[in-house]
Nanobody, 128 residues
Framework: QVHLLESGGGTVQPGGSLRLSCAAS????????MGWFRQAPGKDREFVAVISWNRGIAFYEDSVKGRFTISSDDAKNAVNLQMISLKLEDTAIYYC?????????????????????WGQGTQVTVSS
């Protein structure tokens, strides 16, 4: 059964923009925070960004700081990832995930094992 549903992926040229969205089907599945990981072919899954529900505290992977912005929509149990100035290396499948870790910090947010629910992924392709 689908708990998290991503959308907004697509193909853009370098320097382009995309906006990803992820909606939890129920409040139960949104956790303490929700965020994004990505996985490129032949590479490990990589943390991208996360935002908490209570205070909107966000953490980002260094490579996307200043280019990606994560936001939350409490009414819709959804998070969005606005991506600008996209680079070839941003190409990956982007996965939405729900954070349930007992501690919320920059370190904790980066660990995939602190996320219990995962979406099916949405493809982001940056190509010239």
């Amino acid at each position: 059964q689908v708990h998290l549903l991503e959308s907004g992926g697509g193909t853009v040229q370098p320097g382009g923009s995309l906006r990803l969205s992820c909606a939890a089907s129920e409040r139960t599945f949104r956790g303490y925070a929700m965020g994004w990981f990505r996985q490129a072919p032949g590479k490990d899954r990589e943390f991208v960004a996360v935002i908490s529900w209570n205070r909107g505290i966000a953490f980002y992977e260094d490579s996307v700081k200043g280019r990606f912005t994560i936001s939350s929509d409490d009414a819709k149990n959804a998070v969005n990832l606005q991506m600008i100035s996209l680079k070839l290396e941003d190409t990956a499948i982007y996965y939405c995930a729900t954070f349930f870790g007992p501690y919320y910090s920059d370190y904790d947010a980066r660990r995939a094992n602190n996320y219990d629910y995962w979406g099916q992924g949405t493809q982001v392709t940056v190509s010239s």
